[in-house]
């Protein structure tokens, strides 16, 4: 009882990865509370399939929940397994990926059990509360943490007296890892229809379309990003000359992607992906919260900005004072001398 919970999803038999990360973000927390960390995934055909993909990630008990009409998602079934299992195992946390899928049952979940729900946290911590006005204590919190009034200020949210503490993150956010200690990696395969009634079904997914990504920006060692400053789509072209010389992937700001100088599937920040590169170049990029949310983590930052004092000057690692039509053609031609 009161065990971290993490929900996996599956497109067809493979884990998404958000779902891996927080696996490992999960088991992190489940060892300061001294608990155990378990994981429920529900799909079709996916017993004896998804079970490696799960447990190396430091995993107590796996619940999979497999049924015919499990896949595609539809909301109604896969809420009623959560709501109904979490009403047996009374867990502390719950955890899930701030994806379509997410977005859409983790509200359903929470409002179904009235626990209340943080979207898309950039941090998870555990700590202790005391509320003021009661003047009550509580040990072992679930520190819900992410950008508040449009990436302005950074809010901590805790939930002193409903569980599960929920929380859904976005993906690359949290850096999968597998476990290097020792988890039970017990495996259950529940009965479905006593989870989910027939009329759960009600809804049919009629036909999908999935495409493949573009990009690999998210797992890119080397990001060549564009911000307002690049000054037009034509000049973005620069940073993807720039992208192909490094072997690396071309991202942008929000700024830059709703000037419509860069498609928006490539924006980094708060509201768009979560970027962990060796190298990350930002290329007359100011460095709003907004954005940094997004690539703070990386290895090494060099900014091209003609603003010696830009905000994102304070993280760079190097920066390089000039203009991006000035400084990225003299990069380019570098590399294109010196590399192999």
């Excluded at 399939?49 to 008990?61: M, T």
């Amino acid at each position: 009882m009161n065990n971290v919970f993490v929900y996996c999803e599956v497109e067809g038999t493979v884990v998404a990865e958000v779902s891996q990360e927080l696996l490992t973000k999960g088991r992190k927390l489940a060892n300061q509370l001294d608990v155990e960390l378990h994981a429920v995934v529900a799909g079709t055909g996916i017993k004896n399939k998804v079970e490696e993909q799960i447990l190396p990630y430091g995993v107590d008990k796996l619940f999979v929940f497999d049924a015919e009409k499990l896949f595609p998602y539809t909301s109604a079934p896969h809420t009623d397994i959560l709501v109904n299992l979490f009403k047996e195992e009374k867990p502390q946390i719950c955890l899930m990926g701030a994806t379509v899928i997410g977005r859409d049952l983790g509200p359903r979940v929470s409002s179904s059990l009235t626990s209340g729900l943080t979207a898309d946290c950039t941090e998870l911590e555990i700590g202790d509360y005391d509320d003021k006005k009661s003047g009550a204590h509580y040990d072992s919190l679930l520190y819900q943490i992410r950008p508040a009034f449009g990436g302005n200020i950074v809010a901590t949210i805790v939930n002193p007296d409903h569980r599960p503490q929920m929380a859904t993150v976005r993906s690359g956010v949290m850096q999968k890892a597998v476990y290097e200690g020792e988890a039970k990696g017990e495996v259950v395969y529940p009965d479905v229809a006593k989870y989910v009634p027939e009329i759960d079904y009600v809804v049919k997914v009629i036909d999908r379309h999935v495409e493949a990504a573009k990009h690999n920006l998210k797992g890119a060692p080397i990001v060549v990003a564009g911000g307002y400053g690049v000054g037009s789509k034509e000049a973005f072209e620069l940073l993807f000359q720039l992208a192909k010389e490094l072997h690396g992937e071309v991202g942008a700001s929000r700024a830059a992607v709703d000037a419509g100088f860069c498609d928006n599937d490539r924006q980094i920040g708060q509201t768009g992906v979560t970027v962990h590169p060796k190298v990350y170049i930002a290329c007359g990029i100011s460095g709003q919260i907004q954005h940094i949310a997004g690539m703070q983590d990386s290895g090494i930052i060099i900014s091209v900005n003609n603003d010696p004092d830009a905000p994102i000057n304070k993280i760079a690692d190097y920066v390089i004072v000039g203009t991006v039509e000035d400084v990225v053609p003299k990069l380019i031609k570098y590399y294109k001398e010196n590399s192999k």
